[in-house]
């Protein structure tokens, strides 16, 4: 089994930087549309057999090191009861923004298999179906970045309504935040338990907090999350006698405010978005961190050369810490040359081989 990438993930020794890209399946494969051509993206993700084959896609076109579940973070937030559908100009829409105590009371927190079967049924397929090629990665969103889709009522610019509610009615956020907390831990752990060798939380609008808001408002939900997976492994390991751990990846987009306060996560691997220099990340976060990043997904649209050269620069970075994982900055863009993306994997392979 190609297992680099969980080694890398505990800062053990590999034979080359493993690499995956955020949003590795997607529209900007060809084979990713003829899919699509025939079902909405939500009948997609909720399809076992349709999402684990949407799943392989990049592994076995690009190569990389690690598979991601094709779902959406958002998935859970309509199983916790809001009705949410895609639309390709706007993205996400909630039906109803969760905007008072009311709202609030209304949600559940859903039982993964009763509410969610779709999802351990494809983790379950996957494990079958990559036969340990490479490790599967799960993911959830991180309860703040939940928390902004559900009151926004789905992307936003300025988050004027989140921060209302976390200024002016914190009683009816942290209740909020209880309830999100909650279906993530549930959620990740059936994750786990259904098979997925490692997992990434998503904190996609972390970076509109200041740090000290980051601190009170999203940190500490971040951390009962990473604590509760952390003592049911330590649990699990002890009960069966063989240590299993699951590596936790938390990515924080635009972090460079608040790598101080992220650092506080526990989390065993850190994402780094584009817009910092890995060296100043790794400096700010201390060596012995394991740190996943950094390329600009635009970086993808220049020639082969310039590419490459992008990726020594940071692959020699990314040597200071622990260990790393290469990966984009972000999720990669719907116009993305594929074969931009293959360059950029074997530039990996390539220049990432350790002595
Ligand atoms: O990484 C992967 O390949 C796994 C699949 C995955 C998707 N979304 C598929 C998707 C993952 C891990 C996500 C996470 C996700 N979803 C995040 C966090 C990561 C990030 O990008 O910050 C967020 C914020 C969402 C919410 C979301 N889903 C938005 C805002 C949109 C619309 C914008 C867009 O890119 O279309 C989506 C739709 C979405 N999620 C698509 C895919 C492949 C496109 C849907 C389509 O086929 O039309």
Not at 254 to 276: F, H, Q, S
Request: proline share 5%; net charge neutral; aromatic share 8%.
């Amino acid at each position: 089994m190609n297992d680099t990438f969980l080694r890398a993930c505990r800062g053990e020794k590999v034979e080359y930087t493993p690499v995956w890209l955020m949003r590795q399946a997607g529209r900007y494969l060809p084979q990713y549309q003829a899919v699509r051509a025939n079902v909405d993206f939500i009948t997609l993700c909720k399809t076992p057999e349709l999402a684990a084959k949407v799943t392989l896609q990049p592994v076995n076109i690009l190569g990389v090191d690690a598979a991601i579940l094709f779902s959406d973070i958002l998935i859970p937030v309509e199983a916790m009861g809001v009705y949410l559908t895609f639309s390709d100009k706007k993205g996400p829409v909630l039906s109803e923004p969760v905007r008072n105590r009311s709202a609030v009371d209304r949600l559940i927190i859903p039982d993964v298999g009763e509410d969610m079967p779709f999802i351990l049924e494809t983790i379950k397929t996957l494990r079958r179906e990559l036969e340990n090629k490479v490790p599967l990665i799960g993911f959830s969103g991180a309860p703040f970045t939940l928390a902004t889709y559900m009151i926004e009522g789905g992307s936003s610019k300025n988050f004027i309504h989140t921060k209302r509610m976390m200024f002016q009615h914190s009683g009816v956020f942290s209740c909020l935040m209880e309830k999100l907390t909650a279906t993530v831990i549930s959620y990740l752990s059936a994750q786990i338990n259904a098979g997925v060798q490692a997992v990434q939380i998503f904190d996609t609008w972390a970076g509109i907090l200041t740090p000290r808001d980051y601190e009170e408002f999203a940190l500490p939900y971040v951390k009962l999350v990473v604590d509760a997976l952390k003592s049911e492994q330590r649990a699990k390991s002890k009960e069966q006698r063989v240590e299993s751990s699951v590596p936790i990846i938390y990515f924080a987009n635009d972090c460079a405010g608040i790598l101080k306060e992220v650092k506080k996560t526990g989390a065993d691997v850190i994402g780094i978005d584009w817009r910092i220099d890995m060296a100043d990340a790794i400096k700010r976060l201390g060596k012995k961190v394991v740190v996943q990043g950094n390329l600009d997904p635009c970086a993808l649209f220049l020639p082969k050369e310039k590419i490459e050269e992008k990726v020594k620069d940071i692959l020699w970075k990314g040597e200071s810490a622990k260990g790393h994982i290469f990966n984009l900055g972000h999720g990669i863009l719907p116009e993305t040359p594929v074969e931009n993306v293959i360059a950029m994997v074997e530039a990996v392979h390539k220049y990432g081989k350790k002595e």
